[in-house]
Each structure stands twice: as C-alpha cells, then as structure tokens.
C-alpha cells in the first residue's frame, strides 16, 4: 500500500505543475485569438494595404493603418526625448548623490507616480497640458506634444527603476579604482559607471518605450485622434492603440477584423522591444 | 582652455538633484490637483448614493462596489494561481528548459498592454464564451493580467526564505509540502502579501481591460453576469464625454485616494520585511 502523506505530496506537486502551466496557456490563447481574429483581414486584402496603406475608412473596406503605426513611433519617441533622460538623471541622483533621507522621499514618491491610473494622467492632460499647448504654442492643442509630455512622465518610473538597478549593480571596486586615481565624482559616473550600467539602462529604456507605445486610455483622451500622419509638433494623431479602444466598442464584420489587425501588428512591435530588452538584461547579468 | 573638473562636478550634482525634486514635485502636483478640486464634491452622500442623469447628479456607490467586487474577485483567483506557480518554480525545480519556459510566458504576459487584454477578453471571454459584457468577463480578464505581478512579487518573497528554515523542518520529518504550507509561506507571508496589495491597485486603476469585458452598465452588479462599471472607468466616461467635471473630480479623489492608501500599505509591509530580514 502506498503512503498516504506520499500520495498527498504526488498530488500538491501535480497540481501546482498544473499552475505554473497556466500562465503559458494564457499566453497561448491571448496570441491564439488575436492572431485568429487579426490575421484572416492579411490574408483577405493582404498585408501590405494593411501595414502600409494610408486611408483608413474600415466600413468602405480601407484598411489602412501605416499613418497609426508612425504616430504610435512618434509619441514614443517623444515620450522618450522628455522621460530619459529626466528618468536617467533621477536614477543616478538616486545611486550615487542621494542621501538616505532622500531616498526615503524619492522612493515611495516614484512607487505612487507608477500606480497613479492612466485615465488620471489623460484627465489632467486635458484640463492643463492642452489648454497650454493651445494658446502659448497654437493648434487645438490635441496634439504629438500634449501625448508625448503625458507620456513621458508616466514612463518616468519604468525608467528610473530598471536603470536604478542597473547603476546600483555596478561593483563598488569600480567606484574606488576611479577615485582612487583621482577622478571627481561626476568622471566617475560619467566615464566608468554608466558604460558599465550600459545595457540596463538601454533596457529601461526600451521597456519605456513599451509602456508608451502600449499606453491608451491616456492617449486617446490628449491625441486628437485624427487620421493622418502629423507633419508637425502641434498636430492631432491617432496611435494603434487609440485605434483599437475607440472602435470596438461598436465595430462588427470586417470593421471589427481590422481593428484585430490593428491589435497583431501592435502585439509584435511590443513583442520585439521586450525581446531586446530581455536580451539586453540578460547579457548584463551574464557579464 | 578646459573648465575645472571640480566646477562641472558642482553644477552636474545640483542638476541631478532639481531633476529628482522635479519628479516628487510632479507627483506631488497630479495629487495635489486632484485633492484641491476634488475634495469639495465628495460626501457621505456622493459615496453612498446611485448616480442620476449618466452620472450628471448624485454620487457613485454603484462604481465603489463594482471596483471592490472586480478587484477582489480576480485577486481570489489569481492569488491561488500565481503563489501555486511561484512555489513550483521555487521549491519543486530546478532551472531547466522547462522552468525558461514558464518564466517566459510570466515575462510575456508582463508586457502585454491592457487593452490587448481587453481586446482577448472581449474576443474570448464576452463573444466566444458567450459571457457578454459581464463582471466575470472582467475579473477573468484582470485575472491573466495580474497574475504575474503575483508570480513574480511570490518568487522573490519565498526565495527570500533563509534555507535552515527549511532544513530545520525536514530534519524534524516534515515532508516537502508540509514544510511549504507551515515554513515557508508563513515565512513569505509578507511579500506574497506586498504583491497582492500592488495588483488589487492595478486592478482599481485598469481601465482598457475592463470597459471592453465588464462593460460600463451603471447599474449595481447583482450577479457575475451582469455588466457593471469601475470607478476608473466610471471616471473617465465622465471626463471624456464631459458629463460633469465635478463628479469627474470628485471620483478622481476617491479612486486616487484608494489606489494611493492600497501601495501605502503595501509598501509598509515590504518595508517590514526588509528590515526583518537584513
């Protein structure tokens, strides 16, 4: 006869296998019905009138969503220009000048910044950022850089935090062979510690990049939404996202379909920065 | 001529240090703000009362118990689902191609955003499942999408367990899961606990994921059924549809407010342990 605090332990064991596998089949079927509701609309009016075509107008059969694919780039990079190097000059504020006081302060105050709710950021977007793009710099205010100041704060606390990391790790010895041959504090920082800190804080970099270009709620309130490509700072756009959160609430068909489409081709812009950054971690760590 | 090194070294710390007050004072403006122009609208009666009008009078009771049930009701699931994971990968494994893998998917479900979870639990939950815009397809959708917060916060909290603990046990002829369930749990108690606090936040403050799954019916969700609203979302039809700024403000205040004393708390708690264990 077999056990029975074996057999229990055999059971727990198979149960939690059966947990851990969850989360891979979660992934499964989130790629599985994506893909399965986005790809039929490639196949149908085929890919490149898709990614590249210009006109979007999904109830006469215009799938088009080249221009979304460049403003979702656009406000990334934008949200990148104000939140790296804001992020990067915080995370080293944080490793190497803070005092523990500070620390203390900064901490928690970047923790809260992470769990403030997107449609906050969009809120106040509206009310404040937009109201002063309008009349200090023109247009409606609904603009690339009313979404890229937006989201450039909100990716602040990715930023700071993984290049945080990525300078705390630095082995103190570094530190005291350069100051050891005289260097100021900054030469350090400067010549020693971020090259060592290199692909971390390119890896936060990265993933805030991915937070930006995921980002909706906030989006969709301070874009404008409009279907072209902005030729300037001051124009209105409409990111993948955007696209997505605006018209599925009501969209059917091939409508629906198409905004699918729009979901595949953002899953795999997100899917590569991660990849990078995974990578870009990993060689870090293996170093 | 080169400019003393000294100099430089002066000026980059004082501009390091106005960009680290620069970022607290943001954070402390969006609260302030919100505070300031919120404050005013919220009373007993605007928690406790239904909305009239789209929201245009009364109070957002309906939004207050439709967050608590999502985030509660996902947190249920997805605390089981995720402490079991992070115990397999800790206790049971090794690290094999199998434990990369796993570790993988947790990666790759990080990153999705909300609204392509919205857009999986709209297309599975609410159309091929036939749940319709209903509470479970919400709290099934905020499930996937919290669970790894939960992985991730359990594995570095039951890693922390020092190893005599464990040692300890076994030598008294504890088996491997009694060991689990009576040393290392209770041991890890506080981190698995400092991730749930961070996912209910994550999942008060969610809006792409849920208005697509759980809809934004403004009425009391009386079964799982039944569509309901978040306070977030509640919020941001509100704002987006000008229904009313000051009802906006006024939901704003609570649902910041929530989200703020939820990471407070948990922070406290991660603080705590820190400081037992070093």
């Known amino acids: 006869m077999i056990d029975r605090t074996v057999l229990k332990e055999h059971f727990v064991k198979w149960v939690l296998v059966a947990f851990a596998l969850s989360s891979l089949l979660f992934l499964f079927l989130i790629f599985a019905f994506i893909l399965g509701e986005g790809l039929p609309l490639f196949l149908k009016v085929g890919a490149k009138k898709i990614i590249f075509g210009m006109k979007w107008a999904p109830t006469k059969g215009y799938f088009g969503i080249f221009p979304m694919i460049i403003s979702s780039f656009l406000v990334t990079l934008g949200a990148l220009t104000i939140g790296a190097p804001l992020g990067l000059s915080c995370a080293i504020y944080l490793s190497e000048y803070s005092g523990k006081r500070m620390k203390m302060l900064l901490k928690p105050a970047i923790e809260l910044l992470a769990g403030i709710p997107s449609v906050v950021f969009g809120f106040l977007g509206v009310i404040y950022i937009v109201p002063l793009v309008r009349n200090y710099l023109g247009g409606s205010g609904f603009s690339l850089i009313s979404t890229s100041l937006v989201l450039g704060v909100m990716i602040l606390p990715t930023i700071i935090s993984i290049s945080f990391d990525a300078l705390v790790s630095v082995p103190k010895t570094y530190r005291e062979a350069s100051a050891a041959m005289g260097a100021t504090k900054w030469q350090t920082i400067y010549k020693v510690i971020i090259p060592s800190a290199k692909s971390g804080i390119l890896a936060s ?83 | 001529m080169r400019t003393n090194p000294r100099i430089i070294n002066t ?45 245009r009078h009364g109070g957002i009771f309906p939004a207050i118990v439709g ?106 002829s504890a088996s491997k899961w009694e060991t689990i369930k009576k040393v290392v749990l209770p041991a890890a108690m506080p981190g698995i606990l400092t991730g749930i606090m961070l996912s209910i936040g994550r999942a008060v403050g969610e809006t792409a994921a849920i208005i697509f799954t759980m809809g934004s019916s403004l009425r009391l969700p009386l079964s799982l059924m039944e569509s309901g609203r978040t306070m977030a979302v509640h919020f941001y039809i509100l704002a987006r549809e000008g229904i009313s700024m000051e009802k906006a403000y006024g939901t704003a205040v609570v649902l910041v407010l929530s989200i703020l004393f939820i990471n407070i708390i948990a922070y406290y708690i991660m603080n705590k342990t820190i400081a037992r264990y070093s």
């Open chain 2, 11 to 55: 000026l980059v710390r004082w501009g390091l240090n106005a960009q680290a007050y620069f970022t607290v004072a943001i954070l402390v403006v969006i609260i302030g703000i919100i505070f300031f122009k919120g404050f005013p609208q919220v009373n007993f009666g605007f928690i406790l009362s239904f909305p009239q009008d789209m929201g």
């Open chain 2, 67 to 172: 967050t608590i049930q999502l985030a509660l009701l996902s947190i249920l699931l997805a605390t089981p689902l995720g402490v079991g994971t992070a115990i397999f990968l800790t206790e049971y494994t090794r690290e094999s191609a199998f434990t990369k893998l796993i570790r993988f998917g947790v990666e790759s479900l990080a990153g999705i955003p909300s609204i392509l979870y919205g857009l999986f639990g709209f297309i599975f939950f609410v159309i091929k499942l036939r749940m319709g815009w209903s509470l479970l397809a919400g709290v099934l959708t905020l499930t996937i999408m919290i669970l790894p917060t939960i992985i991730r916060t359990s594995e570095e909290a039951i890693r922390a367990v020092p190893r005599q603990l464990r040692i300890v046990s076994y030598s008294l």
């Open chain 1, 205 to 287: 970099f990265i993933l805030g990049m991915g937070r930006a270009i995921g980002e909706t709620m906030a989006v969709i309130m301070i874009a404008g939404n409009a279907l072209k490509i902005p030729t300037s700072l001051l124009d209105p756009l409409r990111t993948l996202t955007g696209n997505i959160a605006l018209e599925l609430a009501y969209a059917t068909g091939d409508h629906r379909l198409a905004l699918f489409s729009t979901g595949v081709v953002l899953m795999i812009i997100i899917m590569a920065l991660n990849y990078i950054a995974n990578f870009g971690i990993k060689r870090k760590i293996a170093k």
